[in-house]
């Protein structure tokens, strides 16, 4: 059980928006941490996509962007392309484990 | 261009210690960032083993307890992870990272490596 709570998947045909949310708490989100998404391929590197719960590195697509709510964060994708097929994790502190956590990952495909 | 590339042993026996090494191109380790060691096992989502700075400086995972040490080697441009007593539970996919400070105490893990599978079985 993933301390930040995301959907197991999400799916869009392709030029759609998707959006995967990602549920904390007071002691993580709520708290006032910052909220960073990666883009994970099997065998591949997991990718930076969206740090600081809405700023985009560098040679990232627009097509990506990224809030912040109460205890909630979310990342939409427009535009839906199949390059963008991937396991997606958010990523925050918790003040109360003292410890970097993970979303348990959302699987993305594009139909 | 920054590149990390974890190496070790890929089957480790249980009670037996897991060590890994990141070895970083196109960066210098002396420089300032934290390293940090993350962890897929399989099925499961990520989790956040520790990191640790160029001055020796740790932060560690409460969840692994006394189990991990992590060091830095500055002359190599590498950094390490040890975990012990290792059981079936700690098999996973092991990730090196380098984290980057982009505001006040605000941080995102900017590169990463491939992975390195290790497996804990007799």
């Known amino acids: 059980q993933s301390v930040l709570t995301q959907p197991p998947s999400v799916s869009g045909a392709p030029g759609q928006r998707v959006t995967i949310s990602c549920s904390g708490s007071a002691s993580n989100i709520g708290a006032d941490y910052d909220v960073n998404w990666y883009q994970s391929l099997p065998g591949k590197a997991p990718k930076l996509v969206m740090y600081g719960n809405s700023h985009r590195p560098s040679g990232v697509p627009d097509r990506f962007s990224g809030s912040r709510s109460g205890t909630s964060a979310s990342l939409a994708i427009t535009g839906l392309q199949a390059e963008d097929v991937a396991d997606y994790y958010c990523q925050s502190y918790d003040r109360g484990l003292t410890a970097w956590v993970f979303g348990g990952g959302t699987k993305l495909t594009v139909l | 261009q920054v590149q990390l590339q974890e190496s070790g042993p890929g089957l480790v026996k249980p009670s037996g210690t897991l060590s890994l090494t990141c070895t970083v191109s196109?960066?210098?380790?002396?420089?300032?960032?934290?390293w940090s060691w993350v962890r897929q096992a399989p099925g499961k989502g990520l989790e956040w083993i520790g990191e640790?700075?160029?001055?020796?400086?740790?932060n560690y995972n409460p969840s692994f307890k006394n189990r991990v040490t992590m060091t830095v080697d500055m002359s190599t441009n590498q950094f390490s992870l040890k975990l012990t007593s290792v059981t079936a539970a700690d098999t996973a996919v092991y990730y090196c990272?380098?984290?980057?400070?982009?505001?006040?105490?605000?941080?995102?893990?900017?590169?990463w490596g491939e992975g390195t599978l290790v497996v804990v079985s007799s």
């Open positions: 990272a380098r984290v980057r400070e982009y505001g006040p105490q605000k941080y995102c893990s900017d590169y």
């Open positions: 196109g960066a210098s380790i002396n420089n300032d960032y934290w």
């Open positions: 640790i700075y160029h001055s020796g400086g740790t």
